[in-house]
Each structure stands twice: as C-alpha cells, then as structure tokens.
C-alpha cells in the first residue's frame, strides 16, 4: 500500500496539480482555450517532436517498430468500439465519437509528463515515437471518424494539410538521418530547445482548462464502456503486443502504461470543430482522465513485479 502511495505521490499527483492550476486559473480568469490549443499544436508539439525524434538515440529499426505497435493499438481499440456499438446498435454520431474517444489517447499533454516522471531515462524517448504517430492519427484518421459523424461534413484533406506535427515528423526524420546539422545552428536551435522544454508544464495547465470548460453527462451507457475499453482494454491489447512484437523490461512498460493514457484533448476538439458528438468525447476526456492517475498508479506498481515478462526495476 505504501508503494502505490508512493507511486501517485512521485508519478500522477505532480501531473494532476499542474492540471489543477489551469482549471482554477480558467474558474479565476476565463482563459481563452483555443489559443491554448493553438499555442500547443502549433507551437509546442512540432518543437518538441522536432528536438526529441531528431536527437533521440533509440535505433531507428526499434522506433518503427513503436510505431506499427501503436497503429496496432489504434486499430484494435477501434475494431472493439466497433463491435460494442453495433451491439447495442448505437447512433452514428455517438459511435464515431466512441471510437475518436478510444482509438486517440492522449500520449501528449498526459503521457509525456507521465513517461518523463516514471522512466526518467528512456521515458521521453520512447514516448515521442508514440506521440508522432498519435498525431499523425488525430489529424487524418481523427478527423475522418469527426467528419464522419458530423451533421455538416467539412472537406478532410485540407485541414490535415494545415496541421505542423506531420511536416515536423518528416522534418525530423530527415535531420535524424544526416546527423541533425540544425543543432549547430544556434538560434534556430535553442528556441527550438527552450519549446520543446515548455510543452510538458503548458500541456498540463491546457489540460486543465479543457477540463475545466466540460460540463459532462454522467458517466453510463456507451460512456461507460469506452472508459472502460481505452482505461482497461488499452494496456491489456498493449500487453499482448508487447509479446508480439518482442518488447521487454522497461520498454514494454512504457508502451504498456502509454496505452492507459485517457483519451486526447483534440478528440474533444475535433468533435467540437466538425459538429459530431462534441459533448460525449468532452465526456470521455474528463472523466478518464481523472480515473487514469488510479489506473497508472496500480499498474506502475504491477509493472515492478519480478514474474512478470514486463517487469521493471523497483
């Protein structure tokens, strides 16, 4: 008992203050959340893709592989979403906001500070491939699946070619390849070094905001189910593709706890923005991420159990 204490004290609890700041700060002062949004997006995101896939030295065969993991996740959440909706024979609109609420977690604002927090050292590194292809998700596949519940259809390739996380990652990989002369440009390098730094802290407070402007139905139904399939369904899929795909030790426990991320802001975001089901994926953001710190908690201290084929050291 005293170990997960510990873990939520050292891992979730500096996560949910910084989140804590930006929902007072908003009841306070009424902040703008689309300049947030902007200034993560935008901004922050592509910098610290940028810096952080360009300089990081995990072998390149080993990020790919993170990345076909992840479209794996991805994949899979959808198909079970899926499936449970054509059970309980769900309206369109609510089925398309299920599946954005469960396919898209949040590996950015969340799961960044979360990896950096729990696994100082290869933490980040691992996490900004997931990150990269999360982003690449949420503005194509994200926006299909909101554009496909929407009652106004808005073109789809347009706005994905508006997004800077895909050029940032083609950017990166190409500086990445030739040895990422950028870093000897000093200022261009250094403010891109100083975003990078700042997304993690700015993340979490538009985290916070975001939270703060949801007013949620209560959490029954169809709500219900997609917490309990991107909460407890993620790590689970993610554990037996950590299997499959050969990942062991600390590795395997990153991907398997980045897969217990709830979901992401932007799925709030996009339902909002193509008019789908805006306020169960609002829902679905608010309330798993506040079950998340437990979940994390609990499986950060499974994780660290020696009979495990994932277990890392205590």
């Known amino acids: 008992m005293l170990a997960l204490f510990q873990i939520f004290f050292d891992v979730c609890l500096p996560i949910l203050v910084l989140a804590g700041l930006g929902w007072g700060l908003d009841r306070i002062f009424d902040l703008d959340l689309k300049t947030l949004v902007k200034l993560n997006i935008y901004l922050l995101v592509p910098s610290f893709i940028l810096v952080r896939l360009s300089t990081s030295n995990l072998e390149g065969a080993i990020g790919f592989r993170i990345v076909a993991f992840t479209i794996c996740i991805i994949i899979a959440m959808g198909l079970i979403s899926w499936i449970v909706c054509a059970i309980r024979k769900t309206p369109a609109s609510e089925r398309y906001a299920m599946q954005l609420s469960t396919m898209i977690y949040n ?10 927090l729990a696994f100082t050292e290869l933490g980040s590194v691992v996490q900004v491939f997931v990150l990269a292809t999360m982003n690449l998700t ?158 994390v908690t609990l499986l950060l201290a499974a994780l660290r159990a020696e009979w495990i084929p994932w277990a890392i050291p205590a």
């Open 107 to 116: 590996s950015g604002n969340w799961g960044i500070p979360l990896m950096t």
């Open 138 to 295: 949420s503005f194509s596949l994200g926006i299909f699946l909101a554009n496909a519940g929407s009652t106004e259809r808005k073109g789809f390739f347009k706005p994905i070619l508006k997004q800077p996380s895909p050029y940032a990652i083609i950017l990166a990989l190409t500086l990445r390849y030739f040895d990422n002369p950028l870093e000897d440009i000093v200022f261009i390098w250094t403010p891109l070094f100083y975003l990078s730094n700042a997304l993690v802290a700015f993340a979490l407070i538009t985290l916070g905001v975001q939270l703060s402007k949801t007013k949620p139905p209560s959490p029954r139904g169809n709500l219900s189910i997609a917490l309990i399939i991107r909460l407890l369904g993620g790590p689970a899929i993610a554990a037996g593709l950590c299997l499959a795909f050969g990942f062991s030790g600390e590795t395997a426990a990153i991907l398997i706890v980045g897969a217990a991320s709830p979901t992401a802001v932007n799925t709030a975001l996009l339902a909002h923005e193509f008019k789908a089901d805006s306020r169960f994926a609002a829902a679905s953001v608010l309330y798993s991420t506040l079950l998340a710190a437990i979940v």
